[in-house]
Nanobody
Framework: QVRLVESGGGLVQAGESLRLSCTAS????????MGWYRQAPGEQRELVAE???????NYADSVKARFTISRDNAKNTVYLQMNSLKPEDTAVYYC??????????????WGQGTQVTVSS
């Protein structure tokens, strides 16, 4: 069974940086697309950044030029480097991966979420 575990969240002041990581373990043949989403209380979950297996990236306009998504395929890990954090970045951040099993079926998996709080 596949499990995604996130780490790196915390409480920081505006202008500081955080680096989130998410590692998948279990029955994994390959990992395709990876992404980060976030959800603030009372808000819809939104895409923050995504990266394809080929390394193509896509960012929400609100984080572009401040956040960087990257991946380490050997470790089944996706990272999110967050610089120049703003209070509006405060949310629970979730990682997502499309994972192919050894039976060649592909499913989407979510991490447990990690809290990022940015104070003024």
């Amino acid at each position: 069974q596949v499990r995604l575990v996130e780490s790196g969240g915390g409480l920081v002041q505006a202008g500081e940086s955080l680096r989130l990581s998410c590692t998948a373990s279990g029955s994994i043949f390959s990992v395709d697309a990876m992404g980060w989403y976030r959800q603030a209380p009372g808000e819809q979950r939104e895409l923050v950044a995504e990266i394809t297996s080929g390394g193509n990236t896509n960012y929400a306009d609100s984080v572009k030029a401040r956040f960087t998504i990257s991946r380490d395929n050997a470790k089944n890990t996706v990272y999110l480097q967050m610089n120049s954090l703003k209070p509006e970045d405060t949310a629970v951040y979730y990682c997502k991966m499309s994972i192919q099993s050894f039976t060649r079926s592909t499913l989407r998996y979510w991490g447990q979420g990690t809290q990022v709080t940015v104070s003024s």
